[in-house]
């Protein structure tokens, strides 16, 4: 009886979008314990911490060097700086994205173009990126570099993009914000392409208690190029510079919080694939759910699906005390900030359609599957 009174009545307590209490329930007095280490220490600035994080996550990705970095961000300007990227280059960039991945490519003084994505994955299209090339070069402009982004945890499809880019002359550098983690041909992210960005913001799949981030390459010099930039340009000692940098560098503390986390990632990463087939099984006849290919795997940063009646989704759940987000409502291109840069010749169809269907459902490692089936009823509801 009690069974049924309480299938009668659903549940309307509030269901975190991203659960960072549950994770702290099962790691919080070691991350507490690290933070103590380093109050002790007091080494707040590269304190050892922040050289074994970079250890660690060099192993983690199979890249030969890491740096870390003050913010996700600041892991994709860096790269742009050491490569001298600037005045008269272009940067292709998608538009369905954060607008991070274009605003450091404006920052860098180089021209961002904007590229349409693949409706099925929401990356990158590589016949979009040839066209916006044949754009860059009508308008005097020269093809530098190309960030195709992970988007929702997803690699973006590297082998199409570097063999172009390689035929091109233009580097790629990965914007893996929303992807560390994930794998393309068994190949962790991190050694996919030239340079990869990464960033730790605290909701992001492996997140600090505050900013960070990170860069991978395989290339001594641009690493070397990049520690100077990091640090005002610093060279052998604090009196020399060598160029102009940043201050962009990783706070001990975070690097502390990260080295526990990394400990779980990987076996959170696969409660994430567990949660997202979960997912696909439960959604597949009401809406489009997200599309893997079979060469790679997700991160999940996001579980986002597409409907025709996706503000109804959105309001509906919302009065059920389930949260989504819409990434994005608004893509870059139309932004009042980017809308005068150029974009692909053939337009961003894909991303004007896919900014107007889709959402995303609450995605963590510790969803249980009552609030899971939760979101699966509301969403059924809405969609019928
Ligand atoms: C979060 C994000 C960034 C920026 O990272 P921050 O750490 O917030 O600076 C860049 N690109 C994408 C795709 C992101 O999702």
């Known amino acids: 009886m009690a069974e049924t009174a309480h299938q009668s009545l659903p549940s309307t307590k509030p269901i975190p979008f991203i659960d960072l209490q549950a994770q702290r329930a ?17 080494g707040f600035i590269m304190g050892p911490e922040v050289m074994e994080l970079e250890r660690r996550l060099a192993k983690h990705s199979g890249a030969k060097f890491v740096l870390s970095c003050s913010s996700g961000t600041d892991a994709l300007v860096i790269p742009l700086m050491a490569k001298g990227v600037g005045h008269g280059d272009a940067v292709f960039v998608p538009s369905f994205t954060f607008t991070a ?26 016949a979009s990126l040839a066209r916006g090339i044949l754009t860059a070069r009508r308008l005097g402009l020269k093809p530098r570099a190309v960030i195709p982004v992970d988007l929702f945890g997803q690699p973006a499809d590297m082998d199409k993009i570097n063999a172009l880019c390689a035929k091109e002359g233009i580097w790629v550098l990965a ?16 050694a996919l392409a030239e340079v990869t960005a990464t960033s730790f913001y605290p909701s992001k799949p492996l997140g600090a208690y505050g900013d960070g981030g990170a860069v991978f390459t395989d ?18 000692n604090r009196n020399e510079n060598v160029c102009v940098g940043l201050t962009a560098r990783l706070d001990t503390i975070q690097a502390a919080v990260l080295l526990e986390k990394l400990d779980i990632f990987d076996d959170e990463c696969a409660a994430r694939q567990r949660i997202a087939e979960r997912y696909h099984q439960r959604l597949g006849g009401a809406v489009i759910t997200p599309k893997v290919r079979t060469d790679r795997s997700s991160v999940w940063a996001q579980y986002t699906i597409k409907s025709k009646v996706r503000d109804k989704i959105v309001s509906l759940l919302g009065a059920e005390k389930i949260p989504t987000s819409v990434f994005y409502p608004k893509p870059i291109h139309v932004q009042p900030a980017y809308r005068a840069f150029p974009q692909a010749e053939g337009g961003l169809p894909v991303t004007e359609a896919l900014s107007r269907e889709v959402v995303s459902l609450p995605m963590h490692p510790y969803l249980s599957e ?3 089936d939760r979101i699966v009823a509301a969403v059924q509801r809405a969609a019928s």
Not at 26 to 42: E, N, P, Y
Not at 175 to 190: E, H, L, W
């Open 26 to 42: 099962r790691i919080g007095t070691r991350i507490d314990a690290a933070i103590a280490k380093v109050l002790a220490h007091g």
């Open 101 to 126: 991945t274009a605003e450091v490519v404006a920052l860098a003084g180089a021209t961002p173009i904007f590229i349409d994505v693949h409706p099925d994955t929401f990356n990158l299209d590589p």
């Open 175 to 190: 914007d893996a914000a929303q992807s560390y983690g994930a794998r393309y041909k068994n190949i962790r992210v991190g």
């Open 219 to 236: 290339d001594e010099d641009l690493y070397h190029r990049m520690t100077h930039i990091r640090v005002h340009g610093q060279g052998k």
């Open 370 to 372: 009552a609030d899971q």
